[in-house]
């Protein structure tokens, strides 16, 4: 893609980066309006100007030195989060300190001050999944420490959210593979196949049951995630699959590219994220 601080003909490339809102070119230039004598980021949700009206240029500053000024919507002259952003990534820490409780989309509502349809709509665009998808998944990830660390599985379940026992165990069970007695056993006597594929984060195994998947892991190497296995897992038979499952290998490289946005977040969050969205797939 080429770009220029002429007030030449945007690029074919360019223009479908901004007809489109790619994320993806936040960053790599901006564009301004003739018309207005705003510039933004490819992504800004503002309307747009004429294609024979826009200019791009490679950075902010130089959109400035030329006289344009920056949108007041998509500040595409500040190095941090968009406004959009920075209600993404505060939808995700809430629900991260809150999933132990009864979450909502009016919630998250009155937590952001958008609407609950666009506050989905969005949530999904940069995320890639709902909010309810996340916090089922931030829900099984402490279901699981719980148990680890020794606590009843009925205070481990209304710990985490889980309003009733049978709601534990028919919810829990599902994205456990197992039964949650069963899993704080250690695996016991249950039979394990998994897969190992790249991904956007490293390497990743997905491992499962006959009664669904077990576990996600994202690690620096197979080795270590071999182990990561084992360590959770300690009573169970675990074979690696000769034949991986294709759709595991699917759902993992379906994710081979992540939003900007997921690339500014913590590494653990970052995991979390894409744990969710493989999970989401193969459920």
């Known amino acids: 893609m080429t770009t220029t601080n002429e007030p030449t003909e945007i690029s074919t490339a360019a223009w479908e980066a901004v007809s489109n809102r790619d994320r993806h070119y936040d960053g790599k230039f901006v564009y301004a309006a003739l018309t207005t004598g705003i510039y933004c980021r490819p992504s800004c949700p503002a309307r747009h100007p004429h294609r024979r009206n826009t200019l791009i240029f490679p950075t902010a500053a130089e959109a400035e ?26 939808v995700l820490v809430y629900i991260k300190s809150q999933f132990d409780q009864t979450i909502t989309l009016d919630t998250l509502s009155q937590v952001t001050g958008l609407s609950p349809n666009h506050l989905q709509q969005t949530f999904k665009r940069i995320v890639g999944l709902s909010p309810k998808v996340f916090c089922d998944v931030c829900r099984i990830v402490n279901l699981k420490q719980r148990l680890k660390q020794g606590e009843s599985v009925t205070s481990a379940g209304y710990a985490v959210g889980y309003g009733s026992s049978r709601a534990l165990y028919e919810k ?40 669904g998947i077990c576990t996600v892991l994202v690690g620096e190497n ?3 995630l071999a182990v990561q296995l084992r360590d959770e897992f300690p009573k169970a038979i675990i074979t690696r699959d000769k034949v991986p499952v294709s759709k595991w290998l699917a759902a993992i490289q379906s994710f081979r590219a992540e939003d900007p946005l997921l ?18 797939v193969l459920q």
């Not at 006289?67 to 920075?86: A, K, V």
């Open 65 to 90: 030195q030329r006289g344009y000024i920056p949108c007041r919507r998509c500040h595409p002259d500040s190095g941090l989060l968009t406004p959009t952003e920075q209600t993404i990534k505060a």
């Open 172 to 211: 829990a069970t599902k994205n456990l593979g197992m039964t949650p007695a069963t899993y704080q056993r250690g695996g016991e006597g249950v039979r394990i196949g998994y897969a190992i594929a790249s991904a956007v984060l490293g390497p990743t195994l997905i491992a499962g049951t006959v009664d």
């Open 222 to 224: 197979e080795k270590s």
């Open 263 to 280: 690339a500014k977040l913590t590494i653990d969050l970052r995991i979390e994220v894409f744990q969710a969205k493989v999970w989401k």
